[in-house]
C-alpha cells in the first residue's frame, strides 16, 4: 500500500469515501505535470466563524492551491488565526464556537458528522506560535504522535525522517535523549515542525511561527517552508509582510469591520490573488494601504 493511500484510511474509514485512493491519483497528476496542475487543496465558501454568537470572521470564500505556500495578512484580529483553525477543526476545542459555511478538503465536507477530528488533524498538522515541546527527550517529542496513532513503521527511522525534513538532524543526532527544552527557540521550532512531519500530514499551518524567534532562526524556518512545499501544502498566518512577500505564493489580506459603535470586531477578506500583485498591483484600495504601512 503507497505512503499516500495508508495516510488517507483515517478520514476515509471515518466517512465511508476512497479518499486514499483519490489522494493517489492526485499526486500522480503533479508528478506528471507540476508546472501546470493547479488542483484546489481546500475549498472554502461562506465561512465565518462566532464565539457565543459574536461574529469574528464572516464570508469567506477562496480556494487554496496544493504545493503551493498561502499566507494569511492583515492587522490583529482580522481573524487570520480564526480562520486557520476551521482547516483543521482546532475551533473544535474553543467553547462557544461555531463555523459557518462550508470548508472542503480535496472535496471533502470537513465539518460532515461522520469526520473524525483527530484524523483531520492528522492530515493537517499544525504548528503555534510560540515552540511548544513536551517536557520529553527530543526523540520522545518525534515519536509522541506516531506511537498515538498505532503507526508500526521502525520508530528509529520515523524519528530521522522527520527531523531530517525538518532540517534539524544534523544538530540533534548525538543528543537525541537530551530534553528539548535544552534546544534554542529556533531548534525548539523546527522540531515542532519535525513532530507534525513525523505523522506524514497532507497540509502543514503554521500559526505565526517565527514571531518568537531571531533573524537567523527566521531565515532557517522560512528556508525550510520552501523546501517543504515541495512534499506540502502550507498555510501561514503572519504579521511580517516581509516574510508573506519571500516566501509565499498566493496572499490572503484581510481587514477589520468595526460594528456596533465600534464595540464589534469582525474580520473580512478584502483580496485574495498571487503574492506578487498583492504587493505590486493590488484591486483594493485597502490592501494597497496596508501593505504600503499607511495602517496597520
Known amino acids: 500500500m503507497s505512503e499516500r493511500k495508508r495516510e488517507g484510511e483515517g478520514l476515509e474509514q471515518a466517512a465511508g469515501l476512497d479518499m486514499g485512493t483519490r489522494l493517489e491519483e492526485r499526486d500522480e497528476r503533479a508528478g506528471a505535470d507540476a508546472e501546470t496542475v493547479d488542483e ?3 475549498s472554502l465558501s461562506g465561512v465565518g466563524v462566532t464565539y457565543s454568537g459574536a461574529q469574528a470572521v464572516e464570508d469567506v470564500s477562496f480556494g487554496l492551491a496544493t504545493n503551493e505556500i498561502t499566507a494569511f495578512i492583515g492587522p490583529s484580529g482580522c481573524g487570520k488565526s480564526t480562520l486557520i483553525r476551521c482547516l483543521n477543526r482546532m475551533n473544535d476545542l474553543i467553547p462557544g464556537a461555531e463555523v459557518e459555511g462550508e470548508v472542503l478538503y480535496h472535496d471533502q465536507d470537513l465539518y460532515d458528522p461522520k469526520i473524525d477530528p483527530v484524523q483531520v488533524r492528522k492530515r ?7 515552540p ?3 517536557p520529553k527527550s527530543i526523540y520522545d517529542n518525534i515519536a509522541f504522535g506516531p506511537k498515538v496513532l498505532g503507526v508500526k513503521d521502525d520508530m528509529d527511522e520515523t524519528v530521522e525522517r522527520a527531523l531530517r525534513r525538518a532540517s534539524l ?3 540533534v543526532k548525538d543528543r537525541l535523549k537530551s530534553n528539548a527544552f535544552g534546544m534554542s527557540g529556533g531548534q525548539q521550532q523546527r522540531l515542532c515542525i519535525a513532530r507534525a512531519l513525523a505523522v506524514s500530514p497532507d497540509v502543514i499551518l503554521m500559526d505565526e511561527p517565527c514571531s518568537a524567534l531571531d533573524p537567523i532562526s527566521t531565515g532557517r524556518i522560512e528556508d525550510l517552508m520552501l523546501e517543504l512545499k515541495q512534499s506540502y501544502s502550507i498555510v501561514i498566518v503572519t504579521h511580517n509582510m516581509h516574510q508573506a512577500a519571500r516566501v ?3 496572499t490572503a489580506f484581510f481587514t477589520v469591520d468595526l460594528r456596533a459603535g465600534e464595540s464589534q470586531r469582525v474580520g473580512k477578506l478584502v483580496e485574495f490573488a498571487p503574492t506578487e500583485q498583492i504587493f505590486t498591483s493590488p484591486r483594493d484600495r485597502r490592501t494597497e494601504e496596508y501593505v504600503t504601512g ?3
Open 132 to 134: 511548544n515541546p513536551f
Open 248 to 250: 509565499s505564493d498566493r
Open 169 to 171: 538532524w544534523d544538530e
Open 294 to 296: 499607511k495602517f496597520g
Open 124 to 130: 493537517i498538522g499544525m504548528v503555534f506560535q510560540k
Open 40 to 42: 484546489a487543496i481546500f
